[in-house]
């Protein structure tokens, strides 16, 4: 069992940073893709940015390329979203979640990914 606990969210004001950590438990870790996701009130859960197991590569969507990025650290067993330059557009709560399969990347699809955390909630205030 694999269980993923986001932190890290609070209300900030437009322009400011936030660094989200997803930590991980369990000796898996390290070798599966991980992911965060987010869904704003009213909308679908959508991609937000991927890694893959070494944390060499990565994904993003276009909403947040250029002002998020995406890292992990597999000797402490979590991943992390630092989120520069926020928008009030980028107000939801945020997931992190683990890859199902073996593919360097998880993809961007919720069905991609098998195990979820219980969500942070970032705030953007205009």
């Known amino acids: 069992q694999v269980q993923l606990v986001e932190s890290g969210g609070g209300l900030v004001q437009a322009g400011d940073s936030l660094r989200l950590s997803c930590a991980a438990s369990g000796r898996t870790f390290s070798i599966r893709a991980m992911g965060w996701f987010r869904q704003a009130p009213g909308k679908e859960r959508e991609f937000v940015a991927g890694?893959?197991?070494?944390?060499?590569?990565?994904d993003y969507a276009s909403s947040v390329k250029g002002r998020f990025t995406i890292s992990r650290d597999n000797a402490k067993n979590t991943v992390y979203l630092q989120m520069n330059s926020l928008k009030p557009e980028d107000t939801a709560v945020y997931y992190c979640a683990r890859a199902r399969g073996s593919d360097l990347l998880g993809g961007s699809y919720e069905a991609e990914y098998d195990y979820w955390g219980q969500g942070t909630q970032v705030t953007v205030s205009s």
């Open positions: 890694i893959s197991r070494s944390g060499g590569n990565a």
